[in-house]
């Protein structure tokens, strides 16, 4: 069993004004406890996360977020990196997405390619765009 973590969990987790804060703290909560077994995420989600920190003028918590992970190695999930086969298998879902007018980043497209190709089941987001593809925990 295994769980993949979204951008907007790490948002709501570090930022305590926003309004998912407090289920992202009970969610883990329930991570601690390994309710779902090894967490995962990837080198396009921190992106996206010290992105989003950075562009809102938090630029201190990205650096905090950032030195916990790589320099003080308090990783909050193994980081996924995205091969070949990631990223044909993210494009096609993209464009699959596309067709459908669904509102998938290709971030998103990446997460779902990863969690297929690892066999994970569970991914902890609070978008929509997600149901239907994988068991969202929101």
Same mark, same amino acid.
Do not use: P
């Given at each position: 069993?295994?769980? !993949?973590?979204?951008? %907007? @969990?790490? $948002?709501?987790?570090?930022?305590? =004004?926003? *309004?998912? +804060? #407090?289920?992202?703290?009970? $969610?883990?909560?329930?991570? *601690?406890?390994?309710?779902? %077994? =090894?967490? @995962?995420? #990837?080198?396009?989600?921190?992106?996206?996360? @010290?992105?989003? !920190?950075?562009?809102?003028?938090?630029?201190?918590?990205?650096?905090?977020?950032? =030195?916990?992970? !790589?320099?003080?190695?308090?990783? @909050? %999930?193994? $980081?996924?990196?995205?091969?070949?086969?990631?990223? #044909?298998?993210?494009? *096609?879902? !993209?464009?699959?997405?596309?067709?459908?007018? *669904?509102?998938?980043?290709?971030?998103?497209?990446?997460?779902?390619?990863?969690?297929?190709?690892? %066999?994970?089941?569970?991914?902890?987001?609070?978008?929509?765009?997600? +149901?239907?593809? $994988?068991?969202?925990?929101?």
């Amino acid at each position: 069993m295994a769980i !993949f973590l979204d951008t %907007g @969990f790490y $948002i709501a987790f570090y930022n305590n =004004k926003d *309004k998912y +804060h #407090s289920r992202a703290l009970e $969610i883990f909560q329930d991570l *601690k406890s390994n309710n779902y %077994g =090894k967490i @995962f995420t #990837s080198l396009d989600v921190l992106d996206e996360l @010290f992105t989003f !920190f950075q562009r809102n003028n938090n630029q201190l918590i990205a650096n905090r977020i950032i =030195k916990s992970w !790589f320099e003080e190695d308090q990783q @909050f %999930g193994t $980081i996924l990196f995205s091969t070949q086969n990631i990223l #044909s298998a993210a494009t *096609k879902i !993209f464009s699959e997405q596309s067709q459908e007018r *669904k509102s998938l980043s290709f971030t998103d497209c990446l997460i779902i390619a990863n969690c297929k190709e690892i %066999g994970i089941s569970n991914l902890v987001s609070f978008e929509s765009g997600f +149901h239907n593809l $994988i068991n969202v925990i929101q």
